[in-house]
């Protein structure tokens, strides 16, 4: 009778690559997930990358287990690398349940797929395994930018709280501009003169007025008195424009025909009221955005810049997520697209501009903030400007101006940018160093005088001197 085997309950699975680095790609999905596992003892039993193990998941937690039981099953979670593509947000409830179990989790771009009959989720996966294996085991540098893999640093509580919010936002302007433009077009139609009389046909006093009386006739029968009650305080409607404005609508040469009248005047009220509450809700979305950029470190550092307003500034803190996802201030710079591009050949400089990349939202926003703090004029960024310009800019002889003028904000940018990271930088430096009982001192703000002597040649470095390097002599 053969015996049975004896189950020891304290017996515990020892993982296969106890000593070794494991690597894992995943290929993220939007129902499953794939994840292929790589490392050198794998590589040297399987010989291709391909062949080595995959495992298929779901999104959801039973399948974060299954792949953390299968990670755990072949090394500790201490030597486990993952890299996985920004495809969307599929990625980030995953890269939260790893993060949460201290997993070093990298992202990239895009990965660049070799031309070929053979395209799977699994071969995706190893891909991805084979790349993170290539660029921190061998080392392996990749020509391509956006092929080379990055550390996700989770981001600050600020900037996790703006990133929705700022996003939603833009949403929000791009479906109210969508509909003033509508109201434009419209506006051509039932009543083309009104232009004449009103700059903005969808401001608030002709948006009540147009949302009151939807045609010139209706406008023009009615009374001086209620359309100044409609005017309400506004300053930039007068009587004689009201009275103009009547006058124009009993001339108007607007659109008559009955069926397409009836559907213009539809189509205008309810766009009117669609953009109310769209302006609504954007007020309601700068008063939350104020309020987090207020009580934020980072908001107050980048407030104190001369230019930078609270949207600015929240948008800046959504974008850089953390400040230690960038090494050096250059590469804050090329992120936010005021990156300088040479093109040389031999000992001939052909010209230099600036880069096409980076995001287009924070370039934008760079743009305005450094013209807002030229047209401020007392202050630094707006010296250097002038100083730039009559030093870099050919002048006009014929219209007695610069030409170019433009082009320095570029450099503007890029030096505000460079005072930017410096300040946070060092705030995120000093809040590491600060014991959790202990609250932390307050953030060192953008100071106008310390600018004004770096431009004079009085550099203070923001970081204390180290202890100058001494040799003891020991004598016996």
Known sequence: MAKRA?????????????????????????????????????LERHERFEACPALVFENSREGFRLLIERIRSLAPLEHIFVLMERTGHYHRTLEQYLQELDITVYVMHVQSRSTGMLKTDKRDALTLANQLYNQLELGVQVPNKLQLIRRVVPPTQAAAELRGLIRHRYELIHESTRRKNKLTAICDELFPELVRVVKDPNGQVALALRERFPTPAALATVSLTTLQQIRGGARSFSDAKLVELQRQAAQSIGIKEVARLRGLVLEQTQLIKELQMLQEHIQQLDKEIGGIVEHAREGQILLSFPGIGPIMAATSIAAIGSIHNFPSAAALKSYFGWAPVVAQSG????????????????????????????????????????????????????????????????????????????????????????????????????????????RLGHYRPLKSTPPPNTITLLHP
């Open 347 to 454: 000992s001939t400089l052909d010209h230099t501009r600036l880069t096409h990349g980076g995001a287009r939202t924070m370039k934008h926003m760079l743009f305005l903030a450094v013209f807002q703090a030229i047209r401020l004029k007392d202050n630094e960024w707006a010296r250097l400007y002038e100083r730039l310009v009559k030093t870099k800019c050919p002048f006009d002889e014929r219209t007695q101006s610069y030409l170019g003028k433009t082009r320095v904000i570029g450099r503007v940018a890029g030096q505000m940018t460079e005072a930017i990271y410096a300040l946070l930088k060092r705030d995120a430096e000093l809040l590491s160093k600060v014991p959790p009982s202990q609250d932390p001192p307050p953030p060192l703000l953008y100071d106008p005088e310390v600018h004004r002597q770096h």
């Open 6 to 42: 004896v189950q020891h309950a304290d017996l515990k699975a020892v993982p296969m690559l106890l000593n070794e680095s494991l690597y894992v790609g995943i290929d993220i999905g939007k129902a499953k997930h794939v994840a292929g596992f790589l490392s050198k003892t794998l």
